[in-house]
C-alpha cells in the first residue's frame, strides 16, 4: 500500500512509526517523479510520458502553431490586444448557463459557466463592437449510428446549435460556404473542424482569434483565449 492508497483511511497517534515514514518516502519517490516528468528544460520530455500521462499531470501538447492565451475573459485587457490589428474572423462561444444546479430537461455543464448579464457585460457582443448580424450558421449534430443526435432542452430536444454571423464594414471572402454544417457531435463545447475550415476558407491566410476557447478546440495559426486550458 503506497501513501495514495493510504489517503483517506483513518490512522491516529497508535499508527507505527514505520508504517508513516515508509508512506512519507514513498510519496517524496512519487512527486519526485512528476516533478521529473513536468520539468520544463527535459529534454527527453515526450520519452518520460505518454500524451496521456501527461494529461493526467494536468499537462497537455498544443498544436505547434497556435497561440492559446488563459485567462479570464473578463479581466483580459482587450485594448491592448486591439493594438495588434484588426482580425479577419473572430469566433465566440460563451458558456451559457443552460440550466440550475439540478438540472432535469436542462443540459448538465461540466464547466463553469457566466449569468446572462455577465455575458452582457463582455465586449465581444455584436452590438458593442459595431457589427451587424449578416447571418446564421446551423450545426446538425449527427450520431454514432448516423442519425441526426438526440440531446437534451426545456421544451424540445436539441440536435443542432446556431452560430450567429455578424460582419463589420464590407469584407469580401475569398468562397461563399453554405450556411449548413452536418457533423458528429462533439464533447461538451467542443466545435465541428468544419466551422475553422470554413472560416479559413472565406479569410485564407487571415488573423484568427477565439474567445471562449478550450483545449480541445486548439487550432493552428489562431490565438485562442479562454481559462478552460
Not at 499537462?59 to 502553431?65: L, R
Not at 446538425?140 to 446549435?161: C, D, F, P, T, V
Not at 495559426?221 to 486550458?229: A, L, Q, R
Request: hydrophobic content about 35%; proline content about 7%.
Amino acid at each position: 500500500m503506497n501513501y495514495w492508497d493510504y489517503l483517506g483511511k483513518n490512522f491516529d497517534s497508535e499508527t507505527p512509526i514505520e508504517i508513516l515514514e515508509e508512506l512519507l518516502k514513498e510519496s517524496k519517490e512519487e512527486l519526485k517523479e512528476i516533478e521529473e516528468i513536468l520539468e520544463e528544460d527535459d529534454p527527453k520530455l515526450n520519452e518520460k510520458a505518454t500524451k496521456e500521462e501527461l494529461e493526467g499531470f494536468g499537462v497537455f501538447e498544443a498544436p505547434e502553431f497556435c497561440v492559446p492565451i488563459k485567462c479570464d475573459v473578463r479581466e483580459f485587457d482587450w485594448e491592448k490586444l486591439a493594438k495588434e490589428g484588426p482580425f479577419d474572423a473572430i469566433i465566440a462561444d460563451p458558456p451559457w448557463r443552460l440550466a440550475g444546479p439540478n438540472p432535469t430537461r436542462g443540459v448538465h455543464i461540466g464547466y463553469d459557466t457566466l449569468t446572462d448579464n455577465e455575458i452582457a457585460s463582455i465586449v465581444q457582443l455584436l452590438n458593442n463592437w459595431g457589427y451587424r448580424l449578416e447571418t446564421t450558421i446551423e450545426w446538425i449534430k449527427m450520431g454514432n449510428s448516423g442519425r441526426i443526435a438526440k440531446g437534451n432542452g426545456y421544451y424540445l430536444q436539441h440536435s443542432k446549435e446556431t452560430c450567429l454571423v455578424g460582419i463589420k464594414g464590407n469584407p469580401k471572402p475569398k468562397e461563399y460556404p453554405i450556411d449548413v454544417i452536418v457533423y458528429p457531435r462533439r464533447g461538451q463545447s467542443q466545435k465541428p473542424n468544419t466551422l475553422y475550415e470554413m472560416v479559413e476558407k472565406m479569410y485564407p491566410n487571415g488573423k484568427y482569434l477565439e474567445i471562449f476557447a478550450r483545449r480541445n478546440n486548439l487550432r493552428n495559426f489562431w490565438i485562442s483565449i479562454g481559462i478552460e486550458f
